[in-house]
């Protein structure tokens, strides 16, 4: 059996970007996460310990959007890094991170980067 998290649309504001401007003033951002995570034990028990709470998922990925980066690859780099640290039954995921109207001449509605490990 393959069991996944997924979390849809999460957003924060934060201050990433290589322009100064984008620092100073910040913006919108989501993420689309999806964690393989086996927790076939926890469908049968009931048992928070046998899956991850998805709260301490949010407030990780939470803290680590609000320290500055001036790349989104950097970004996704280190919130990968920082889940599979601390809740090493991850086997792998998929997230996309974008920002909302991002500072591009010409209609665009997001920019994001994508990585699946």
């Not at 609000?66 to 995921?93: A, M, N, W």
């Amino acid at each position: 059996m393959k069991t996944s998290i997924h979390f849809d649309e999460m957003h924060f504001y934060a201050y990433h970007g290589v322009d100064a401007q984008e620092l100073a003033v910040g913006n919108n951002y989501s993420i689309n996460l999806t964690l393989q995570v086996p927790f076939e034990k926890a469908m049968h028990n009931d048992s928070l310990c046998d899956t991850i709470n998805y709260a301490t998922i949010y407030s990780e990925i939470e803290a680590i959007m609000q320290t500055p980066s001036q790349l989104l690859e950097h970004v996704v780099g280190r919130i990968i890094e920082k889940l599979q640290q601390q809740f090493p039954q991850i086997e792998g995921g998929h997230i996309a991170l974008y920002k909302e109207n991002p500072p591009i001449t010409g209609r665009i509605d997001r920019v994001g980067v994508i990585v699946e490990w």
